[in-house]
């Protein structure tokens, strides 16, 4: 019998270690020290006398070049444009706080939500009262905002205390400053004749990215996958030209954003095994029932999702019956705290982290930073399809090198808004998607 790779989801550093072929040397600090164990990043705390006086949302665009769009799954349509919703929260004390928001809760609708309910509530408030002011209670629609909000108190909370954030969301574990990533793309189209790549260029982007230091790489099944009729035997030639050419010691990740049914995934499933896949994303639909019929095909391939459950009472179900053996949330959809929560609710119940992060570049950072203080910490999610935000609005944003984000050793989130950025990237009207105009209709 094979030993299962779910038996090490007891030791979060053996398994992240281990499943990466990495030396351990950003895992080892784990247990390598013992600290003082808080039950919440303020227990012990001092609170401040710092009274909130302003809050601004900023709606950034940019409009995507022709070679630069991309097709999106079964729904014919294209993203043209990228797009950032960045809250700045001002005080009394000279300390500004910074935020980012999940730009598919709708840009426009966030900023006037912030300024008609947000703005009136905090004003004259104490960040430090960011678990009720702010605390879980980000949704859908405008309501995201209060995402980049509860972010933007806890920068502004960690700078009053000279202290990195992610040291002072670490309540029981040593924090890292350096965080192992993956390379999140794979994009493509299964129309031929098309402008946009067909599968055979997933080997090109595997290979760039294992040139560029990434030590695994994320793909997706390709627009227009179910229209076209496309089989998975159609798509095992693929995975299997991409292990050829990158080796077997490169990690694949398979994503299926919940399109494939369980029998198409149990098809597959058997393929991820035999080519050593990491994990397979989101396979199909929302039960534990579906997930937990594909899991047992997976002996050694985990399971992850999640990114689309903004608190704990939408991930328990999942996590509690055992359906992922990752869990995916994020700074910018749930807020920091919210996400501190689900990463120690993950902990508990043995289940790695490896937040989604799709996004700007200050995003990344939030997402880093609670990757940092999380003793379950695994893989950062890093967006390679173009996007100029993800290193346009920080004046001096961390970057990725040889697998690794390193996390700016400065007070807060550490990093700061670029000047001009509403003038550089002004708001474009409209959703990220368009119909696809090479699609039949």
């Known amino acids: 019998m094979r030993p299962s790779r779910r038996c090490l989801l007891g030791s979060a550093a053996l398994a992240a270690g281990s499943a990466i072929g990495l030396s351990g040397g950003a895992f080892r600090a784990r ?26 949302l900023m709606h950034l665009s940019y409009r995507l070049k022709p070679d630069e769009e991309w097709p999106d799954g079964d729904n014919q349509i294209i993203y043209w444009k990228t797009e950032s ?12 706080g910074l935020g980012s ?27 430090y009262d960011v678990e009720e002011l702010s605390g879980g209670i980000s949704g859908p629609g405008g ?64 290979l760039n990215h294992k040139a560029n230091g990434y030590k695994a790489f994320k793909l997706r099944p390709g627009g227009s996958f179910g229209q076209l009729g496309i089989r998975i035997a159609d798509f095992i030639p693929y995975l299997r030209r991409i292990r050829q050419a990158v080796g077997p010691e490169f990690q694949l990740i398979q994503e299926a954003n919940m399109r494939w049914s369980v029998a198409q995934c149990l098809e597959i499933a058997p393929v991820l095994e035999e ?29 992850s999702g999640g990114e689309k459950r903004g ?18 949330h994020s700074c910018d959809d749930a807020g920091v705290t919210e996400a501190w929560h689900m990463a120690r609710m993950a902990h508990m119940r043995g289940k790695l982290l490896c937040t989604h992060n799709w996004g700007d570049g200050l995003m990344a950072v939030e997402n880093a930073h609670l990757m940092a203080a999380s003793p379950n910490r695994f893989l950062l999610e890093m967006n390679v399809t173009p996007d100029p935000l993800k290193d346009g609005v920080l004046k001096d944003g961390p970057v990725v090198k040889n697998g690794y984000f390193d996390i700016p050793n ?29 699609m039949p209709r």
């Open 31 to 56: 247990g390598a020290a013992k600290r003082d164990i808080r039950n919440h990043p303020l227990d012990g705390l001092k609170r401040e006398n710092i009274k909130i006086t302003g809050l601004k």
């Open 143 to 206: 309501r995201g905002a209060w995402a980049g909000v509860d972010a933007a108190l806890w920068d502004i909370i960690a700078k009053s205390k000279g202290m990195p954030l992610y040291r002072l969301l670490a309540v029981d574990t040593e924090p890292v400053a350096r965080i192992p990533v993956y390379a999140s793309g794979g994009e493509f189209s299964w129309r031929k004749g098309g402008r946009f790549p067909g599968p055979e260029d997933l080997i090109r982007q595997a």
């Open 275 to 303: 080519l050593k896949f990491l994990w397979f994303e989101e396979p199909t639909g929302r039960t534990p029932k579906d997930y937990l019929a594909v899991k047992k095909a997976l002996p050694t391939v985990r399971i």
């Open 311 to 328: 608190n704990r009472a939408e991930n328990a179900e999942m996590v509690d019956s055992g359906a992922y053996d990752i869990v995916q």
């Open 85 to 96: 919703a960045i809250v700045t929260v001002s005080t009394d004390a000279g300390i500004t």
């Open 410 to 438: 400065k007070p807060g989130l550490g990093v700061e808004l670029r000047e001009g950025l509403e003038e550089m990237y002004p708001p474009l009207p409209g959703g990220c998607s368009m119909p696809d105009p090479d």
């Open 101 to 127: 928001c999940n730009q598919f809760k709708g840009p426009q609708q966030m900023k006037e939500y912030a300024e008609a309910v947000i703005s009136p509530i905090l004003k004259g408030r104490n960040p």
